[in-house]
């Protein structure tokens, strides 16, 4: 934590000024910048269900795709069965 005391006849404004060019130096706003858009790593379990939902969908489009009947419509319709 950062810590800046008023000197004797200080104004206000090069207190502030001091103060946020401390802040600046220690690097404690580019950390929490940085980890503001972090993405957490994802669970085991969500992992797998995860791998298991693509394998599943990769199934029906090949299946369709042999049969010759894969479009963006069909590709809606598998992920909402899928989902359900």
């Not at 060019?21 to 379990?45: D, P, T, Y």
């Amino acid at each position: 934590m950062i810590e800046v005391k008023k000197k004797e006849k200080e104004t206000n404004e090069s207190l502030i000024r001091r103060f946020s060019r401390r802040v600046q130096q220690s690097g404690i706003l580019m950390n929490a910048r940085k980890a503001r858009f972090q993405e957490r790593k994802k669970s085991k379990k969500q992992q797998r269900e995860e791998a298991l939902y693509k394998i599943k969908i990769r199934k029906e489009i090949e299946k369709l795709k042999k049969l010759d009947k894969f479009d963006e419509e069909a590709l809606k319709a598998i992920k909402k069965k899928i989902d359900n």
